[in-house]
């Protein structure tokens, strides 16, 4: 917890100081874990707020302070859920778009060109972003937090409310997909190379 | 297969290490109170047309009380019994067939 019992129930309260509080010590953490759920950064920091604004209207529900931070982690899934939702036409896009980021990837990789550190991540995050468009936005989130976040499975069943084996069913098929469509993209990479070679 | 999951691990691990937690911009808190404000303003209005609403209606309900029903129910079919609004009722009816038996029946001369 990055914060104390008594400073939630203060801003239950309704103590916009002890909210503010709250926020910031938690904000760099949701900022980062909306990034990676969503995969835009243009729209990390509304969506982020979003967040805090469902925490703020939604704060008098919570029954014990000790379940704040699955709480928080819940308002976080279900509003980056709701965006991806909102952007499933530019998702669906994007798969359309994956040949093409992959055969960019197996360009750089065919030049044999050092490319810069930036250079790399934004590849490794379209990569990513374009194998999690193989799978329902739901699933995506799942996987990310069980795979990127590094939640547990005991994390992620107090987030979700749903049985541990359950969730090991839905991990294991949307890890399955998102294999099979890396699958498909190394071997046209290695295509790619073998024909610039 | 395996190769290829160890990979895929490898890839999230580098996923996680591209998109790291980062401080928002100096508008973000500013913002977010923006935001908290507009909702707010947005439900404290609903709540005053929703009070509005529920204080007319418990308004409409009184007078109806107060006024309508006592004076509906002033009334004599509410206030007279059952069998009395029946026979107010048929008073019509008994007389029209009292006619009509006259008129089956004609009165016979008097016997001197």
Redesign the interface.
């Known amino acids: 917890m990055l914060v104390d019992f008594e400073l939630i129930e203060r801003a239950q309260s309704g103590e916009d100081a002890a909210f503010n509080q709250i926020v910031r010590a938690y904000r760099k953490r949701i900022l980062g874990t909306i990034a990676r759920l969503i995969g835009r950064p243009e729209d990390v920091e509304d969506v982020s707020q979003e967040v805090f604004l469902r925490l703020y209207f939604s704060l008098d529900q919570l029954r014990t302070p000790e379940v704040f931070e699955p709480w928080l982690y819940r308002l976080t899934v279900n509003a980056a859920y709701d965006y991806l939702r909102r952007q499933r036409r530019r998702s669906e896009a994007r798969m359309s778009d994956l040949s093409e980021q992959q055969v960019l990837m197996a360009d750089a990789a065919a030049g044999g060109r050092a490319r810069d550190e930036e250079q790399r991540k934004t590849q490794t995050r379209e990569l990513v972003q374009s194998l999690l468009s193989t799978v329902s936005e739901e699933d995506r989130i799942l996987l990310i937090l069980k795979e990127v976040e590094g939640l547990s499975l005991k994390e992620l069943e107090k987030i979700y409310r749903i049985k541990e084996n359950a969730l090991k069913v839905r991990l294991f098929r949307a890890r399955q997909r998102v294999l099979k469509a890396y699958e498909a993209s190394q071997k046209l990479e290695a295509s790619k190379v073998d024909k610039a070679g | 297969?395996q190769n290829?999951?160890q990979?895929?691990?490898s890839?999230?691990a580098?996923?996680?290490?591209?998109?790291?937690?980062?401080?928002?911009?100096d508008?973000?808190?500013p913002?977010?109170w923006n935001?908290?404000e507009a909702?707010q303003s947005s439900v404290i209005l609903l709540t005053r047309w929703s009070k509005i609403f529920v204080t007319a209606a418990a308004a409409i309900t009184l007078l109806m009380s107060v006024v309508l029903i006592p004076h509906v129910q002033s009334r004599e079919v509410y206030s007279s019994s059952y069998i009395d609004v029946l026979s107010a009722d048929h008073t019509y009816d008994n007389a029209l067939s009292a006619e009509l038996v006259r008129a089956d029946f004609p009165q016979e001369a008097p016997v001197n």
Do not use: T
């Open positions: 297969m290829l999951n990979n895929l691990d890839l999230f580098a996923y996680r290490e591209a998109c790291p937690d980062s401080e928002p911009g508008r973000f808190m913002g977010l935001k908290i909702r």
